[in-house]
Every structure is written in structure tokens, then in C-alpha cells.
């Protein structure tokens, strides 16, 4: 089983940067697809970004686009996501998901995923 656990939430304001940390355990996260997702308050989950198994291919919502950015360091087990430019409408309960690696279909799909964080907060003040 695969065991993930997000940090590096927080309190920031607009225009500032947070980087999300996403640390995998129990088995080697080097062959599985890794995304981030976002529930803002009151809505539903949505996709953030993607990165392929081998970390040479992401993709991402147009919401966030030239603003954040995901990789991942297979040596350390990890996953990240660089957030800049931030705003408010950013604010949300932020998770990392993992799935094994199939190539690109429904990358974006939640319920493709398999494996989930607890989430990290995110708050942006305007």
C-alpha cells in the first residue's frame, strides 16, 4: 500500500508563493502517475496538475497554468507543487492522489486515482 502525506500549507497573501510537499511511503512512488487536486470551500474536488511516472511529462487545469508547477524527486520518494501568483480563489483543502501510471487517459479524473493524502490547507488573503 501506498501512504502519502501532504505539507507545506498555509496562510498566504495574494500575489504570494507556497510549495506543497507530498511525501510517499510503503512502496517506491517511481511507478505511479501523481496529481494534485483542490476542494475550495463548498465546492468539489477539482484537478490541479499531473506528472507522469518518470516526471518528463505534467499537464494542467487552464485555472492554473504559468502559475504553478509539479515534479517530483523519485530519489526521495516525492512530489511537489510551486505555487505562485497566488489568489484568492486558490484557497482550498489541497490533496496529492497517485495512481499507477497507464499512460494519459482521464488524468484529470479524481476517481482514477487511487491513493490520497490527508490534504494540506491552503489559504490566500486578498
Known amino acids: 500500500q501506498v501512504q502519502l502525506v501532504e505539507s507545506g500549507g498555509g496562510l498566504v497573501q495574494a500575489g504570494g508563493s507556497l510549495r506543497l510537499v507530498c511525501a510517499g511511503s510503503?512502496?517506491?512512488?517511481?511507478?505511479?502517475?501523481m496529481g494534485w487536486f483542490r476542494q475550495p470551500p463548498g465546492k468539489e474536488r477539482e484537478f490541479v496538475a499531473t506528472?507522469?511516472?518518470?516526471?518528463?511529462?505534467?499537464v494542467y487545469a487552464e485555472s492554473v497554468k504559468g502559475r504553478f508547477t509539479i515534479s517530483r524527486d523519485n530519489h526521495k520518494n516525492t512530489v511537489y507543487l510551486q505555487m505562485n501568483s497566488l489568489k484568492p480563489e486558490d484557497t482550498a483543502l489541497y490533496y496529492c492522489a497517485g495512481r499507477l501510471d497507464r499512460g494519459y487517459v482521464d488524468v484529470d479524473d479524481a476517481s482514477r486515482y487511487n491513493y490520497w493524502g490527508q490534504g494540506t490547507q491552503v489559504t490566500v488573503s486578498s
Open positions: 506528472i507522469t511516472s518518470s516526471g518528463t511529462s505534467t
Open positions: 510503503g512502496r517506491a512512488l517511481n511507478i505511479y502517475r
